[in-house]
T-cell receptor, first 112, second 111 residues
Framework: QKEVEQNSGPLSVPEGAIASLNCTYSDRVSQSFFWYRQYSGKSPELIMS????GDKEDGRFTAQLNKASQYVSLLIRDSQPSDSATYLC????????????FGAGTQVVVTP | NAGVTQTPKFQVLKTGQSMTLQCAQDMNHNSMYWYRQDPGMGLRLIYYSASEGTTDKGEVPNGYNVSRLNKREFSLRLESAAPSQTSVYFC??????????FGAGTRLSVL
């Protein structure tokens, strides 16, 4: 079973600051990576995907990928209380088409 | 457009009882999934269906059965519920292989 590791947190971030979340994965063959956001008591929703090394920006979110080091990160700039949620890293299983391997998630708490 | 609809939203069972969790999607997706989510464990795949008529075991299939009734519907059955099956269950569907859309979840307690 391939591994996807995340720090569970909680990661406490002052409002307006940058939240930095990390995810490492064990499968060197992985080519695509996804970040899902899950509010407490709600279902996960896709917020970012990244396929190439480097940075990908979408609004206040930036995903960073380093395949050589096997990590992907998510930065949340100008953090808002509405960003308080659990963020799940997901990596497709390369030995089984159509399935995602999820990390356990990092809980982010943005404090006013 | 409702997306992915799960029923029921909450359920309490006694050990040994059976029940079926229902899931339907209206996005014409081929692939459907059942996950369970436990504290600190993330999402774990129970069963998966790539298309109508096909199902495949995931990471934690023991104690569960599934039926892909048609392209829209994918049900999860617990034949004899155990306290270890207390969890939040999510159904998801996808068109492309990796972008999954989730239902609101079913919160199940087995006493």
């Amino acid at each position: 079973q391939k591994e996807v590791e995340q720090n569970s947190g909680p990661l406490s971030v002052p409002e307006g600051a940058i939240a930095s979340l990390n995810c490492t994965y064990s499968d060197r063959v992985s080519q695509s990576f996804f970040w899902y956001r899950q509010y407490s008591g709600k279902s996960p929703e896709l917020i970012m995907s990244i396929y190439s090394n480097g940075d990908k920006e979408d609004g206040r979110f930036t995903a960073q990928l380093n395949k050589a080091s096997q990590y992907v990160s998510l930065l949340i700039r100008d953090s808002q209380p509405s960003d308080s949620a659990t963020y799940l890293c997901a990596v497709p299983q390369t030995d089984s088409w159509g399935k995602l391997q999820f990390g356990a998630g990092t809980q982010v708490v943005v404090t006013p | 457009n409702a997306g992915v609809t799960q029923t029921p939203k909450f359920q309490v069972l006694k050990t040994g009882q059976s029940m079926t969790l229902q899931c339907a999607q209206d996005m014409n997706h081929n692939s459907m999934y059942w996950y369970r989510q436990d504290p600190g464990m993330g999402l774990r795949l129970i069963y998966y269906s790539a298309s109508e008529g096909t199902t495949d075991k995931g990471e934690v299939p023991n104690g569960y059965n599934v039926s892909r009734l048609n392209k829209r519907e994918f049900s999860l059955r617990l034949e004899s519920a155990a306290p270890s099956q207390t969890s939040v269950y999510f159904c998801a569907s996808s068109l492309t292989e990796n972008i999954q859309y989730f239902g609101a979840g079913t919160r199940l307690s087995v006493l």
